[in-house]
C-alpha cells in the first residue's frame, strides 16, 4: 500500500524556533490515530493523547503547514473569557485555563472587563455576574471609575457599571500550539507536513487518510481541521460548521504601559480590545454576518464595510487614545447553529471522529475530554450530547447556515441541547 520511498517532510516545532527535516514515509506508514489538522485543536489532542496514561498508541499529528499557522489560531488575539451561558462552554474554559497556564507563556492573567453602556447593559451585567459567581467563577461588579481605573486607555468614563472576571485573560495561541507540539512529539506523536484529501473508509469503518505524500492507515481519524473542516467530511449527516469572516486591527504602536489592561468588551454593541502590550487591538461582531470561504490560509481579503465596522467601534475607545489602524486584517473562524463546537464521534463511521469549530477559550477541555471518549471512558451525557456532531440530523444545511450567520451578531449566547 505503500511507498517506502515516498519522503514526508517531519517538522519539529520548539517553543520558539521551528526547524524540518525529511523522514521516510516508513516510520509514519500505519498507526493507531490520525489526527487531521494541527492547529491549537489538533496540538493539544495530539498532547493529551500522548500523555494519557492508557497510551501506547502510535499516533500521527497531520498538517499541510506545520512551519507557519495557517489557520485561525495563528491569528486569534486570544480572549480567554471563562463564562459563558453555556454551563458546558464555562465547563470547558475553565478546564483549558488551567491547563494553558501550565504552558510557559502561554496564559496571561490580565482580567476581563465587561462595560454596560445603559440600564439594559446593566440588568445584563448583573445576571451574568450571579451566573457566573455560581459557576465557581471570580466575578465582581465594579463602578465605572474602578474600570476606568483598570483600563484608562480603553474604557471611557461615561458608562454605567462594569463586570470584572479577574481570572481571566490571554491565550498565546501560537505559543500553546508550539509547546503541545514539541511535548507530544516527545512521547513519540509523529508530525507529518501533508495535505490530507480523503479520508477512507471500508465496511463502515475509517481505513486511514489519503495525503498529498501518500496513504497513512489509521485505526482511528480525527478531523480538526477547523474552517477547512467540511472538505474531509463526506458522510451522512451534516456538519454545519460555516466559515465567517471578522474584522480586527491593531493600533500604533507606544510605549508599554507598566501593567496591561485587562480585556474590555462592550456586549451589547458587540465590540471588544486588547492591551497587547506595546499596541492596542480592537475587533467587532456589529456588521451584517458574512459566509466567507477560505483558501489558503484562514486570512480573507479586507471587506470594504469593516473600515467602518472598525470605525464604529472605536468610538467607544477614549479620544485621548488615539486608536487607528496601524495593520488590520479579515480573520475566519466557524460558527454554528448553536454556538457551539462539534465534537466527538462520527455514529455512521466506525472510528471517525471531529472536534471543530472549538475556540482558544474551549481547546484545551475538549481535547482532553474526546482524548476520554477514544479510550473509551464515560464523559458527562450532558457535555457530549451539547456536542455530539450528529445532533443536526435531519436538518436541511441551508436552514443551519443561516442560523449559524444569525449567531454572529450574538456571539456568546448560546443554545445547548439539555440532557
Ligand atoms: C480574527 C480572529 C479572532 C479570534 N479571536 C478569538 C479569541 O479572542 N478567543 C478565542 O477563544 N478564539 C478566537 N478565535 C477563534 C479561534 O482562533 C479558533 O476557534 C481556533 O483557533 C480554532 O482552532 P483549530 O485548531 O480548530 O483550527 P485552525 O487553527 O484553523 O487549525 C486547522 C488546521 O488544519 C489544517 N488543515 C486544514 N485542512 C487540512 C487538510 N485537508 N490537510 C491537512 N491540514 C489541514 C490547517 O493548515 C490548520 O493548521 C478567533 C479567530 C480569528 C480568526
Known sequence: MYSTQTPFSVCFRGLDTHYSQQHTMESTQACDIAIIGGGIVGSALSYFISQSTQNDKKVVLIDRSLSTLKGSTGHAPGFVGQFNESEVLTRLAIETVKEYTKVPGGFDVVGGLEIATSCDGVDRLRSRCEMAKRAGLAAELISSEHAVSMAPDLVKDDNQIALYFSGDGAANAIRITSFYQEQAQSQGVKLVEADA???????????????????????????????????????????????????????????????????????????YARDHGGFYGLGSYDHEPVLYQPKATAIGDWIENFDGTLSHAAQFIPEETQIVPREKFNGIFSMTPDNMPLVGNIPSVGGLYMAAAVWVTHAAGTAKLLTQMLEGQAVDETIRRALDPSRFQGRDMATLTQESLNGYNNIYKTEEQKA
Not at 485505526?219 to 473542516?229: H, M, R, S
Not at 456538519?239 to 474590555?264: C, D, F, N, Q, S
Open 197 to 271: 484529501t480523503e479520508i477512507r473508509q471500508a465496511n463502515g469503518c475509517v481505513e486511514g487518510v489519503m495525503t498529498t505524500s501518500g496513504f497513512i492507515q489509521a485505526k482511528q481519524v480525527i478531523i480538526a481541521t477547523g474552517v477547512w473542516a467540511t472538505e474531509l467530511c463526506k458522510f451522512d449527516i451534516p456538519i454545519p460548521i460555516v466559515p465567517v469572516a471578522h474584522p480586527y486591527m491593531y493600533g500604533e504602536i507606544h510605549t508599554p504601559r507598566l501593567r496591561k489592561a485587562p480585556w474590555v468588551r462592550w456586549p451589547q454593541h458587540h465590540v
